[in-house]
């Protein structure tokens, strides 16, 4: 493991050349959706794909009001991971079908387990700003909040697990779990003194078997 994790960082994914925006991620995400938010329908869940002529048709219904709808295209670009595309009725041919399948296989299932601290107790005690912990334990990784440097509060991924063998570590009760618990210092004594607070709403945890459910693709806040 340790040979591995060493290299993480050298992957094309994660390389010190790729910045994070301002306001994280999703603000490149968000950015998008400004300017194309007359061309976008939230909350359409996917229910086929057809090939129609040499174009395609999408079956869509919405979330809220559980309308079907259609839309015809000249082309359809399929950004979900392919585990949701096989879940997906649609007439693709046999060979790219079972290229979907052989690579769905492939996704092991993943849980994340996110808390706000109090206080930046990793900034303050151990002077870590940003990045990430690799551990030994179930966890597997913890990751520091490279925004707010110095601020009162922060956010942390206490946990971000990916195996097949998932189903032993997931539970609700991840995301009550003390930080000594989550935080990779020593076993036997806490790696900070003031576990934090969990108040309503402050929790978050994606269930892999949630993914299942067509209706739930992007895991559940916990309130």
């Known amino acids: 493991m340790l040979r591995w994790t060493m290299l993480f960082g050298e992957g094309y994914e994660q390389q010190a050349t790729i910045m994070e925006p301002t306001g994280g991620m999703d603000a490149v995400a968000h950015a998008f959706y400004r300017r194309t938010r007359r061309f976008i329908t939230l909350d359409a869940q996917v229910t086929a794909l057809r090939r129609l002529g040499s174009g395609a048709r999408v079956t869509w219904r919405d979330r809220a009001t559980g309308r ?13 991971p392919l585990p949701v595309v096989s879940s997906i009725d649609n007439d693709l041919s046999p060979k790219v079908k079972a290229a979907v399948e052989a690579g769905a296989r492939v996704y092991p299932p993943a849980v994340k387990t996110a808390f706000q601290a109090q206080r930046r107790w990793w900034e303050q005690d151990h002077g870590i700003y940003g990045g990430i912990s690799w551990t030994t334990r179930d966890i597997t990784q913890v990751w520091y909040p490279s925004a707010g440097i110095h601020g009162r509060k922060g956010i942390l991924v206490g946990a971000y697990i990916w195996s097949h063998d998932l189903g032993r570590s997931v539970s609700v009760a991840w995301a009550n779990m003390p930080c000594a618990r989550t935080h990779p210092g020593p076993r036997r004594r806490p790696a900070h003194r003031d576990p934090p607070r969990l108040n309503r709403g402050t929790g978050a945890y994606a269930r892999p078997e949630r993914h299942l459910k067509p209706a739930t693709k992007a895991g559940q806040v916990m309130r």
């Open 68 to 80: 079907v709808s259609t839309w015809d295209a000249d082309h359809v670009i399929v950004t979900v």
